[in-house]
């Protein structure tokens, strides 16, 4: 984009929940950003959205070629269930317009590749949705690791599990189209996970998914009552373990369905050869080490808030930086290709139910 000043021209496609947080987003990035097409298949969903943003008519579609060819926004962002990233993306790419992906960035490790591989050939900027890179506790970890707090990098066991919550909305009911709890849930901490740590190379997985309680009937009180347990067939929990190049081990444990004491949990613990870790729900990180002669606690006095806001701006403004001034991105594709790695390989081995060596 030759001129400086020019704003960058945004089509959202996918009216649903998450894009709810995309346009406050956006809105706050207005000296850069111009919406320029909202698109939603479901007419309920373009007229609610048209109406809650103001947008007029013209500015509404039904499908994104249309879109494209009609609007030609300078890029695309896809707030779509996981298994229309792909196709909206290509189309995308084909139009000349530069992408932000939530996340997952595809269903597997070759749609991920090809998308890379299309933003490349074009020189477009092709951005996974991940955020929580931008959350102060992941800055404090990454930091530590930096300076060589953790010493060799050895065991982390990360938890993100829910009691009863299954979405009732959505798709994530289904496994064919990319739902269930290690790609809604899980896939944030495997990222979180393996930014803290550097991402190191992959090297074996071993995964098992349980099935089923879901299915049962909407008998019982909780949050997210009445999901589609009719076509649900996705795991209720799964736990994985992968092991890296640099032999650190990562215990992944994630769920919709479990029985345990809290609704959500989330609870990250990393241990090195010299120091280690811990973050749990709703807390900040605590660090451990020996000092001074003692086994040392180390807690942050203070931390900026982690609200979601904050890091769902951050994350589009550095998309829309890298697209408006050809500057790097902190979650570029490659990231999203990375995470899919895993999470293919846990997938084939909870099927199998045999080690993957990658
Ligand atoms: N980064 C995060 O924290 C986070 C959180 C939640 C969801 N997500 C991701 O965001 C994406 C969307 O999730 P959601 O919960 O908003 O889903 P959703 O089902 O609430 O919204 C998707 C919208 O897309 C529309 N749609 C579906 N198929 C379409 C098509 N072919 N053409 C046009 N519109 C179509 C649906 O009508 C719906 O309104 C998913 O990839 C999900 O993994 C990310």
Same mark, same amino acid.
């Given at each position: 984009?030759?001129?400086?000043?020019?704003?960058?021209?945004?089509?959202?496609?996918?009216?649903?929940?998450?894009?709810?947080?995309?346009?406050?987003?956006?809105?706050?990035?207005? @000296?850069?950003?111009?919406?320029?097409?909202?698109?939603?298949?479901?007419?309920?969903?373009?007229?609610?959205?048209?109406?809650?943003?103001?947008?007029?008519?013209?500015?509404?579609?039904?499908?994104?070629?249309?879109?494209?060819?009609?609007?030609?926004?300078?890029?695309? @962002?896809?707030?779509?269930?996981?298994?229309?990233?792909?196709?909206?993306?290509?189309?995308?790419?084909?139009?000349?317009?530069?992408?932000?992906?939530?996340?997952?960035?595809?269903?597997?490790?070759?749609?991920?590749?090809?998308?890379?591989?299309?933003?490349?050939?074009?020189?477009?900027?092709?951005?996974?949705?991940?955020?929580?890179?931008?959350?102060?506790?992941?800055?404090?970890?990454?930091?530590?690791?930096?300076?060589?707090?953790?010493?060799?990098?050895?065991?982390?066991?990360?938890?993100?599990?829910?009691?009863?919550?299954?979405?009732?909305?959505?798709?994530?009911?289904?496994?064919?189209?990319?739902?269930?709890?290690?790609?809604?849930?899980?896939?944030?901490?495997?990222?979180?996970?393996?930014?803290?740590?550097? #991402?190191?190379?992959?090297? #074996?997985?071993?995964?098992?998914?349980?099935?089923?309680?879901?299915?049962?009937?909407?008998?019982?009180?909780?949050?997210?009552?009445?999901?589609?347990?009719?076509?649900?067939?996705?795991? @209720?929990?799964?736990?994985?373990?992968?092991?890296?190049?640099?032999?650190?081990?990562?215990?992944?444990?994630?769920?919709?369905?479990?029985?345990?004491?809290?609704?959500?949990?989330?609870?990250?613990?990393?241990?090195?050869?010299?120091?280690?870790?811990?973050?749990?729900?709703?807390?900040?990180?605590?660090?451990?080490?020996?000092?001074?002669?003692?086994?040392?606690?180390?807690?942050?006095?203070?931390?900026?808030?982690?609200?979601?806001?904050?890091?769902?701006?951050?994350?589009?403004?550095?998309?829309?930086?890298?697209?408006?001034?050809?500057?790097?991105?902190?979650?570029?594709?490659?990231?999203?290709?990375?995470?899919?790695?895993?999470?293919?390989?846990?997938?084939?081995?909870?099927?199998?139910?045999?080690?993957?060596?990658?």
């Amino acid at each position: 984009m030759s001129n400086q000043n020019k704003k960058l021209r945004v089509a959202v496609v996918g009216c649903g929940m998450i894009y709810l947080e995309h346009i406050p987003a956006f809105r706050e990035l207005s @000296d850069k950003v111009e919406i320029v097409a909202l698109v939603d298949n479901k007419p309920e969903a373009l007229e609610k959205a048209g109406k809650l943003w103001d947008m007029p008519q013209e500015k509404l579609f039904s499908d994104w070629k249309t879109m494209l060819a009609q609007v030609k926004p300078d890029a695309v @962002d896809i707030c779509l269930p996981n298994r229309f990233h792909y196709p909206c993306a290509l189309d995308s790419f084909a139009a000349n317009c530069h992408v932000y992906c939530e996340k997952p960035l595809g269903m597997n490790v070759a749609e991920c590749e090809d998308m890379i591989a299309k933003a490349k050939a074009k020189n477009l900027k092709l951005a996974v949705g991940f955020q929580q890179e931008y959350n102060p506790g992941s800055v404090i970890l990454v930091n530590a690791r930096k300076t060589g707090f953790f010493g060799e990098m050895r065991y982390i066991h990360a938890s993100l599990l829910r009691r009863r919550g299954i979405p009732n909305w959505g798709e994530y009911y289904s496994r064919e189209f990319g739902g269930g709890p290690v790609l809604d849930v899980g896939v944030h901490l495997l990222d979180i996970a393996t930014y803290i740590v550097d #991402r190191p190379k992959p090297k #074996r997985i071993s995964a098992t998914y349980f099935y089923n309680e879901g299915k049962g009937d909407n008998t019982i009180y909780c949050g997210g009552e009445k999901w589609n347990n009719v076509d649900y067939n996705v795991e @209720d929990l799964a736990a994985a373990q992968i092991t890296f190049e640099n032999n650190l081990v990562i215990q992944l444990e994630t769920s919709y369905v479990n029985h345990i004491k809290e609704n959500t949990v989330y609870d990250f613990k990393l241990t090195g050869s010299k120091g280690g870790a811990w973050w749990q729900s709703g807390k900040i990180p605590e660090l451990y080490s020996d000092m001074f002669g003692a086994m040392m606690n180390i807690v942050p006095s203070y931390l900026p808030s982690q609200g979601r806001p904050d890091m769902f701006r951050k994350k589009l403004d550095n998309w829309v930086d890298g697209c408006l001034k050809n500057s790097e991105l902190l979650l570029p594709g490659e990231v999203g290709l990375y995470v899919q790695t895993i999470l293919d390989g846990i997938a084939l081995a909870a099927a199998t139910q045999k080690e993957i060596v990658l």
